[in-house]
T-cell receptor, first 114, second 110 residues
Framework: DTGVSQNPRHKITKRGQNVTFRCDPI?????LYWYRQTLGQGPEFLTY????????KSRLLSDRFSAERPKGSFSTLEIQRTEQGDSAMYLC????????????FGPGTRLTVT | EDQVTQSPEALRLQEGESSSLNCSYT??????LFWYRQDPGKGPEFLFT???AGEEKEKERLKATLTKKESFLHITAPKPEDSATYLC???????????FGTGTRLQVFP
């Protein structure tokens, strides 16, 4: 299967701990997006990359969140000093080319902050 | 501000009972409107892209249509396996991100 993969699928952490999630996009997709989804809501944009360049970040993304895509392939999303309000599903998506806005999502990482 | 509103929030149908889901949008220049299906605990699954008013796309029992202000997802003779949350999203000329609605939770009973 060559779809978007995310690891881990589930993460339980204590408040104040740091967590890091990984996303591997579909091969040769040059755009990679991160979204967050809470129960009963649609996914909410966090940030996106074109190759290794981070082109946009949501105003809602606090300084505790940081994302990287060092070689233009996989990406990591780190949350520092987690809070209970960070509990959500974190979704990664990739898009094949500049002129296409179709985004293909991974299975997500479910974060629970206790 | 770009906005997407979906209705109804939830829909219960008997197997074979056709219906439509609505997606109203307000965007500063529409690049594309997208429909996704999401099963519980999983990521959204891409269904359709619509780019201009009057466009229609079909896939099995699903048909998506687009006007200048809204999109409809028509479900013909649904089956229990069509039960899922259907999400609508738009991309505007201001950005490349998807703006999602809150979804319609569809349940189809045998």
């Amino acid at each position: 299967d060559t779809g978007v993969s995310q690891n881990p699928r589930h993460k339980i952490t204590k408040r104040g701990q740091n967590v890091t999630f990984r996303c591997d996009p579909i091969s040769e997709h040059n755009r990679l997006y991160w979204y967050r989804q809470t129960l009963g809501q649609g996914p909410e944009f966090l940030t996106y990359f074109q190759n290794e360049a981070q082109l946009e970040k949501s105003r809602l993304l606090s300084d505790r969140f940081s994302a990287e895509r060092p070689k233009g392939s996989f990406s990591t999303l780190e949350i520092q000093r987690t809070e209970q309000g960070d509990s959500a599903m974190y979704l990664c998506a990739s898009s094949p080319k500049v002129s296409s806005y179709e985004q293909y999502f991974g299975p997500g990482t479910r974060l629970t902050v206790t | 501000e770009d906005q997407v509103t979906q209705s109804p929030e939830a829909l219960r149908l008997q197997e074979g009972e056709s219906s439509s889901l609505n997606c109203s949008y307000t965007v500063s220049g529409l690049r594309g409107l997208f429909w996704y299906r999401q099963d519980p605990g999983k990521g959204p699954e891409f269904l359709f892209t619509l780019y201009s008013a009057g466009e229609e796309k079909e896939k099995e029992r699903l048909k998506a249509t687009l006007t200048k202000k809204e999109s409809f997802l028509h479900i013909t003779a649904p089956k229990p396996e069509d039960s899922a949350t259907y999400l609508c999203a738009v991309v505007s000329y201001n950005t490349d991100k998807l703006i999602f609605g809150t979804g319609t939770r569809l349940q189809v009973f045998p």
